[in-house]
C-alpha cells in the first residue's frame, strides 16, 4: 500500500520561501510519475509540479514555473517543492501524489494522494 505523507508548510510572509516535502512509502517508485497539486477555499484543486521519479523530467503550471522547483531525494524516497517569491495567491492545501507510469498534469490520473499540508502567504 503506498503512503504520501506531505510536511512543511505554514505561515510565510509574501516574498518568503517554503520547503514541502512528501514521503512515499510502500514500493518503489522507480517507473512513478510524482505530482504537486493545490487547492484553494472554494477551488478545484490544480496542477502545479510534476516529476518522473525514473528519468527526472520536471513540468510545472504558468503561475509557478521560475518560481518552485520540484525534486527527489532517491535514498529517502522522498519528493520536494522548493517554493521561493511566494504570493498571497499561492495559498491553499498542497496536495502531493503518484501515478503509475510518466508524470502528467492530469489529476484524474494519480490514483494516491497525501493528506495535504496547508500553505499560507500573508501580503
Known amino acids: 500500500q503506498v503512503q504520501l505523507v506531505e510536511s512543511g508548510g505554514g505561515l510565510v510572509q509574501a516574498g518568503g520561501s517554503l520547503r514541502l516535502s512528501c514521503a512515499a512509502s510502500g514500493r518503489s517508485f522507480s517507473s512513478f510519475g510524482m505530482g504537486w497539486f493545490r487547492q484553494a477555499p472554494g477551488k478545484e484543486r490544480d496542477f502545479v509540479a510534476a516529476?518522473?521519479?525514473?528519468?527526472?523530467?520536471?513540468d510545472y503550471s504558468d503561475s509557478v514555473k521560475g518560481r518552485f522547483t520540484i525534486s527527489r531525494d532517491n535514498a529517502k524516497n522522498t519528493l520536494y517543492l522548493q517554493m521561493n517569491s511566494l504570493k498571497p495567491e499561492d495559498t491553499a492545501v498542497y496536495y502531493c501524489?503518484?501515478?503509475?507510469?510518466?508524470?502528467?498534469?492530469?489529476?484524474?490520473?494519480?490514483?494516491?494522494w497525501g493528506q495535504g499540508t496547508q500553505v499560507t502567504v500573508s501580503s
Open positions: 501524489a503518484v501515478r503509475m507510469g510518466i508524470a502528467t498534469r492530469e489529476r484524474g490520473a494519480y490514483q494516491y
Open positions: 516529476l518522473t521519479w525514473s528519468g527526472g523530467h520536471t
